[in-house]
Nanobody
Framework: QVHLVESGGGLVQAGGSLILSCAAS????????MGWFRQAPGQGREFVAS????????HYTDTVKGRFTISRDNTANTVYLQMNSLKPEDTAVYYC??????????????????WGLGTQVTVST
């Protein structure tokens, strides 16, 4: 059974940083494109970032480019999201997801096969 478990969320002041982690089990990790999505209250699920199977290719939504960095450690079956210069509009539940499709399809939530339960990130003013 596949499990994706996010950690590292919390409350941080604007301008601060957080590192989210997602530990995967029950799947051949390096066969999957990994992504981070977020959902703010009353909003739909939004693509944040994705990383290809080897970690060499990444994609970001425009609003986080230059502030967030996605990476993966295939030996530890873990994907990370380093979040710097956080803004109140980054407040959301952040979800980790795994896709059997290539990086080219990684912006679409529908291309992901497995999802974690999410971790709350709250950025205060």
């Amino acid at each position: 059974q596949v499990h994706l478990v996010e950690s590292g969320g919390g409350l941080v002041q604007a301008g601060g940083s957080l590192i989210l982690s997602c530990a995967a089990s029950g799947l051949t990790f390096d066969h999957y494109t990994m992504g981070w999505f977020r959902q703010a209250p009353g909003q739909g699920r939004e693509f944040v970032a994705s990383v290809g199977r080897t970690g060499s290719i990444t994609h970001y939504t425009d609003t986080v480019k230059g502030r967030f960095t996605i990476s993966r450690d295939n030996t530890a079956n873990t994907v990370y999201l380093q979040m710097n210069s956080l803004k109140p509009e980054d407040t959301a539940v952040y979800y980790c997801a795994a896709s059997n499709y290539g990086i080219g399809s990684s912006l679409m939530a529908s291309s992901y096969d497995y999802w974690g339960l999410g971790t709350q990130v709250t950025v205060s003013t």
